[in-house]
């Protein structure tokens, strides 16, 4: 029996579509080139911020705050159905100013996220010392925003691909999506080597390389790798209790003290691995943050390849090939906006209108292009 839907990917994307689309009843394949979680959703930090990395963007905050509020949603659920604990903690994020530039440019980011109805408190080097002593004494100001959040990925992606097969979805390792196999303007399945799986509904959620794939009505650009280095370490006590943005960097403490420093941003097509050159910046901008860290010893380090798109935002639903939705470019955000995705894949195969906001992630802005 032909599947309902084919997912081409098992990263988180992939992953949280095909639990979220199990759950509403649908036979759903998940069609994965190596394992589940081979690339970038098991290499990220695991933040949930929306209002440090989308407060300029009234719809992406929106929508990643509510994409944050499902992951707690989404916690209980995979904790009740399996057992298992992702890490969802509101930990909250504090983002550090060594500079007036910086200091100013916190108070841009304060007003700008107070318009939009989030809590955030300005803080004094005085209030930095007592909530987060581990911070830079050089630090000039910060601003703490409470409602954000972390997740453990490998763990999440784990239950959620779990979740997934509990709820009747199959995973397909080891099986390369060759084309995206489309007749008189409609999907009508994918070509594996010589062998067509048939479905109606194909969603494309292969991370870096979804535009790669051939057959998909996108110029192969419109998603691309930005590689990111990551290094990770621990201390006894857990260094902080918060995230701590800052220098450009970030400093992801979990509450076992291993301690996750990023990251590199750097257009380097697929070339994977780690340089000299990116953990020394890495490595820079977490002692920034906490000179401490310059005694801690490391632990691993890694790189891999955020997603990217023109403008930042992701291609998130239907095509106007019929039956085919992309889930896809998250770039910076995937793990945030993970359950946010599921969600509206989920809605637009069930044929409900999209709200406002997600329209701005409509895959057809860059396919209009592209014709
Ligand atoms: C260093 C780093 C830190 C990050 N930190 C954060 C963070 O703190 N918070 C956050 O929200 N986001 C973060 N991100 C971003 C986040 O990791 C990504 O946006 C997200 O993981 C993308 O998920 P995905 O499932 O789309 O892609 P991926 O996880 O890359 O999965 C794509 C999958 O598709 C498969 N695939 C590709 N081509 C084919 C094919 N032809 N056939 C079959 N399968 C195929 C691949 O093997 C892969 O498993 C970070 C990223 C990096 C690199």
Known sequence: MHPDVIVVGGGLMGCSVAYRLAKDGARVVVLERSIPGAEASSAAAGILGPTVESYDDAAALQLGRRSRE??????????????????????????????????????????????????CDRWTPADLRREEPAVNPEAVGALSMSEDAQVEPKKLLSAVALGAERKGA??????????????????????????????????????????????????????????????????????FRRIVFGAGGYVVTRPDGRVLCGSTMERVGFERGVTFGGLADVIDKATRIAPSLRSAGVDEHWSSFRPGTPDGLPLVGETRIEGLLLASGHYRNGILLAPLTAELISEAIAGKPSSRQAQALSPHRFEEQAS
């Open 70 to 119: 499902l992951h707690a949603e989404l916690a209980d659920e995979l904790d009740g159905l399996l057992g298992l604990d992702v890490g969802f903690r509101r930990c909250g994020v504090v983002k550090v100013a060594f500079t007036a530039q910086e200091l100013a440019e916190l108070d841009g980011q304060l007003s700008s996220l107070e318009a939009h109805g989030v809590r």
């Open 170 to 239: 199959t995973f397909r390792s080891g099986s390369t999506v060759r084309e995206i196999h489309i007749e008189g303007g409609r999907v009508r399945g994918v070509r594996l080597g010589d062998a067509v799986i048939q479905a109606g509904h194909v969603v494309v959620a292969a991370g870096s390389w979804t535009t790669l794939i051939p057959g998909l009505p996108f110029d192969s650009e419109t998603i691309y790798p930005v590689r990111g280095q990551m290094i990770a370490t621990h201390t006894r006590p857990p260094i």
